[in-house]
C-alpha cells in the first residue's frame, strides 16, 4: 500500500515552486536595467573571441612582417584592409594580438579567483562556525595580508619565482582570499544563530553536513558577486604585471605587455598602446556593470 505524504499538497507545490520563482525574480530584475544588459553582452563577445581566437584572429599574433611595420589602422591614412588596427614595430597585427591577449587576461583572471575562493571560502567558513582561538587566529592573519600592498606583494612573489602563467595564477590567487574570508565569516556568524541551524544541530545532523547542506549554500549570492568584481581586479593586476615585465612569460601577448611594448613608440604609433588599453577598460567596465547589476538583482531588498 503507498504511503501518501502528509504534507498538505497545495504546500508541497508552493515549496516546489519557490526556488523557481526566486530565479525568476532575479532573472527580471536583472534584465530591468540596460547597463546590466550592455555588459553582459560586452562580456559575451569578449568571452566568444577569447575562446575562438585561433578562429576568429586574422592573422598569427606572432607574424612579423618588416614591409607593414608600423601601419595604422584602417581609417587613418597609410591603412590597409589586412590590419583593421595596425601594425606594431616588427609588422605584427595588433587586432590578432589582442584577441590572443584576451584569452590570456581571462584565464588568468578566472583562475586567480577560483584559487582565492576555494581558500577564502574555507577559511572564513572554519572562522565563523568553528569561532573561538581558531578565529582569532585566522583573523589576525587576514589583517596582517591585508595591510601589505596587493600589487607589491605579488610583484614580489613573481620576481623571486619567475615569470609564467602557473606563476601570476597562483600568486594572485593567493593574495586575494582575504576578502572572501571576512565576508563569508560575517555571514556564518550570522546564520549559526538562525532556527534552521538550530533544528539541525538538535536533530543530530552533523557539523560538517550542517555547514554544507545549510550555512554554504546561504552565502553564494555574495560569493557570486565578490567572484565577479573580483575577476576585474584580476585581470588589471595582472595586466600591471605584464606592464611592469614580471607577466605570464608566454609567447602568447598580453594586454599589459602590449601596453609597455607601444609605449616607446605613442609619437609615431599611437595604436599600439591605445588599442589593448582600451580592451583592458572595456572588459573590466563589462563585468562590473554586470557585478553591480547582479548583486542588486541578488539582493531581495532591491526593488
Known sequence: MAIRSLAPPDLTVAAAREPVAERSRIWRKFVRNPAGIAGALALLVIVGAA?????????????QSLIRRFTPPIWAKGGHPAHLLGTDQVGRDTLSRMI????????????????????????????GYIGGRLDVVLMTIVDVTLSFPQLLLALAFVAALGPSMVTIIVVLGLTGWERYTRVVRAEVLALREKDFVEAARAMGVTSTRIVMRHVLPNTFS???VMSTLQVAQAILQEAALSFL???????????????ALGRDFVSVAWWLPTFPGLAILVTVLAINLVGDRLRDALDPRVT
Not at 102 to 121: D, E
Open 245 to 259: 615585465g614580471v607577466g605570464s612569460g608566454s609567447a602568447y601577448p598580453t594586454w599589459g605587455q602590449m601596453i
Open 51 to 63: 575562446v575562438a581566437a585561433p578562429y576568429v584572429a586574422p592573422h598569427e599574433p606572432a607574424r
Open 222 to 224: 555574495s560569493i557570486i
Open 100 to 127: 590572443h591577449g584576451a584569452r590570456l587576461s581571462l584565464i588568468v583572471g578566472v583562475s586567480a579567483v577560483v584559487v582565492s575562493l576555494v581558500v577564502g571560502v574555507t577559511l572564513g567558513l572554519l572562522s
